[in-house]
């Protein structure tokens, strides 16, 4: 079975620039979650979808946007990219939105530098 | 969701039980205790999680105090792989696990 998939996996950007991040979930999971993680820190909740609708939204400005897709994939977008921007950013998926007996499946995550 | 604080770093010589604890002194009744950990540069990855009684699967055990202010993490026989950030989180009933919520964790060293 194919776990959480991410793309690209590594990403150089200059500051000012737009970036696309891509995941496909696990098949069957309708919810993804994004995450930032800072060198150093824990991940930081960006966003939530299910069923192609956001479900929640962490402290993030509005330069960061997320979709979810009919097959329940998802892009993570980021404008006018910052050097404090340079993350990994990670994406995890769960078969639903309620039911704490579901785990959280994590993608190995997609290291975007900005210079 | 509760707070939960870790400590830092810990070691610990391979072979040996692995403990780590974390203190959710203000966890509500119907926060679960949920540990997920983080090998470098890989995505975190779920290990247990429990309300009030104690879990125990293939990774590892969940022991939770009767007051449910702490838990401790057991890995019964740690190895060099075991070496990792390892999150304790704490998760409203009400919510879901497409929301997590990381602190800094803790980074257990695995040593020969």
């Known amino acids: 079975d194919a776990g959480v998939t991410q793309s690209p996996t590594h990403l150089i950007k200059t500051r000012g620039q737009h970036v696309t991040l891509r995941c496909s979930p696990i098949s069957g999971h309708k919810s993804v979650s994004w995450y930032q993680q800072v060198l150093g820190q824990g991940p930081q909740f960006i966003f939530q979808y299910y069923e192609k609708e956001e479900r929640g939204r962490g402290n993030f400005p509005d330069r960061f946007s997320a979709r979810q897709f009919p097959n329940y994939s998802s892009e993570l977008n980021v404008n006018a990219l910052l050097l404090g921007d340079s993350a990994l950013y990670l994406c995890?998926?769960?078969?639903?939105?309620?039911?704490?007996?579901?785990?959280?499946?994590f993608g190995q995550g997609t290291r975007l530098t900005v210079v | 969701d509760a707070k939960t604080t870790q400590p830092t770093s810990m070691d610990c010589a391979e072979g040996r039980a692995a403990n780590l604890p974390c203190n959710h002194s203000t966890i509500s009744g119907n926060e679960y205790v949920y540990w997920y950990r983080q090998i470098h540069s890989q995505g975190p990855q779920y290990i247990i999680h429990?309300?009030?009684n104690n879990e125990t699967n293939e990774m590892a055990s969940l022991i939770i105090t009767e007051d449910r202010k702490s838990s401790t993490l057991i890995l019964p026989h740690a190895t060099l792989r075991d070496t990792a950030v390892y999150y304790c989180i704490a998760l409203h009933g009400s919510s879901n696990t497409g929301k997590l919520i990381f602190g800094q964790g803790t980074t257990l060293q695995v040593k020969p």
């Open positions: 995890a998926s769960s078969s639903a939105t309620g039911g704490l007996n579901t785990e959280a499946f």
């Open positions: 429990g309300l009030k």
